[in-house]
């Protein structure tokens, strides 16, 4: 699927893991890419937790991350776990070949929580992850957040090669779960107006149900509908909470139209926001500082 990345993969393990660990990742390796069926494939990313603990963070280092970056552009793996790193890097010692789409479904068909994460982020990293689009754009459907993220966070592929429909959906979905839309690489490149006008339409059906606003949910507006969307961000400054509030003053910058706020009628701590607003183009990846955030940034 992708030798090169599994070892990557297999070289930040190596300094993480076990004697033991690391000669199970080489053999488990060398097994699958001679060729392995299904189920023993199955088997082996069964046994990779006897050897890596799921809470274990792969804490990549800065020069790793851009080593991952170098390979892979807009893969972002600092979230990663030990467990789903050595998964994928099973993954993707598989060779491709005629059955692979097989092989990989029947490995869905019995993958528990773990393993369907480690999958989606196989799939994403793939040579050739458009072949497996279907699955991919299927698992957006999930529920369980962490196995969304898997699909749609920290990774290019969804902004590169889901269409128009099924991006929009994925991003509506992020803030629908409680995913960090945020995290969805490429989103600043992908917004258009059918995005804004959706995001629009589910703050007013808030509203009208007496909801709070997904802070998210700002970050699908950019410049556009500016009729609906300029009235809906004065609304949330005037009455959201810390964390509404300054996303509302970073979508208004977005759209350009923060300059002309004189921050009169805010509090005393939305000023630091108002300033980076009226600054230029917030990036996406300023949503991951706002109030309240800062353990999502671990």
Known sequence: MRPEVAELLQAWLEERLSDGARAFLTTAREEIAAGVEPRRLGMLLGLASRHARDRSPLAPSPEELAAAASLVPGWLPERWGQLESLRVAL????????????????????ADEGESRALFRALGLASDPGRFLWRLQDGCRTNIVPVFEAIACDTPFPARGFD??????????????????????GLDGRLDGELARMAL???????????AIPADLWLCV?????????????????????????????????????RDLDG????????????????GHPAQTLWGTLPGRRADRA
């Open 91 to 110: 993954l993707l010692t598989v060779p491709d070949g005629e059955g692979l789409e097989a092989t990989i479904e029947f490995l869905f068909s019995r």
């Open 164 to 185: 128009d429909v099924a991006w929009r959906q994925l991003c509506i979905k992020a803030v629908f779960i409680g995913a960090p839309l945020w995290r969805v690489q």
């Open 201 to 211: 339409d589910l703050v007013e059906e808030r509203r009208s149900a007496g909801r």
């Open 222 to 258: 950019g410049g556009f509908d500016q009729d609906r969307s300029l009235p809906a961000l004065q609304a949330e400054l005037r009455d959201g909470d810390a964390e509404g509030r300054a996303a509302a003053l970073l979508a208004l910058g977005r759209a350009g139209a923060a």
């Open 264 to 279: 009169s009628e805010l509090g005393a701590g939305d000023a630091e926001w108002l300033r980076i607003a009226q600054e």
